[in-house]
Nanobody, 123 residues
Framework: QVQLVASGGGPVQAGGSLRLSCAAS????????VGWYRQAQGKGREGVAM???????DYADSVKGRFTISRDNVKNTLYLKMNNLKPEDTAMYYC?????????????????WGQGTQVTVSS
């Protein structure tokens, strides 16, 4: 059974930073594209960042230059470093595993996802 456990969210002031982590178990994590998506209250799912098995990354335009996704294939852990946070980044952040090693669209439906970690940015 695949488990993805996200952590690292919390309240932060605008301009601040957070690092989200996602620990994966029960899957061949290294063989798949993984990423983060977010969902703000009352809004739909938005793909934030993805990284494929070769380390190639893709980001939503709204976070380019501010967020960095990385994966540790030894620790089976995914990270999202978020800098210069803005109030519009406030959302529940979910880590996800997709169905292939290469990543498709940022808004692809994930195969598995975790329970989410809340990020709240105040102005």
């Amino acid at each position: 059974q695949v488990q993805l456990v996200a952590s690292g969210g919390g309240p932060v002031q605008a301009g601040g930073s957070l690092r989200l982590s996602c620990a994966a178990s029960g899957s061949y994590y290294n063989n798949y594209c993984v990423g983060w998506y977010r969902q703000a209250q009352g809004k739909g799912r938005e793909g934030v960042a993805m990284v494929d098995i070769f380390g190639r990354t893709d980001y939503a335009d709204s976070v380019k230059g501010r967020f960095t996704i990385s994966r540790d294939n030894v620790k089976n852990t995914l990270y999202l470093k978020m800098n210069n946070l803005k109030p519009e980044d406030t959302a529940m952040y979910y880590c996800a595993q997709y169905s292939h090693g290469s990543c498709g669209s940022l808004n692809s439906s994930p195969l598995y996802w975790g329970q989410g970690t809340q990020v709240t940015v105040s102005s």
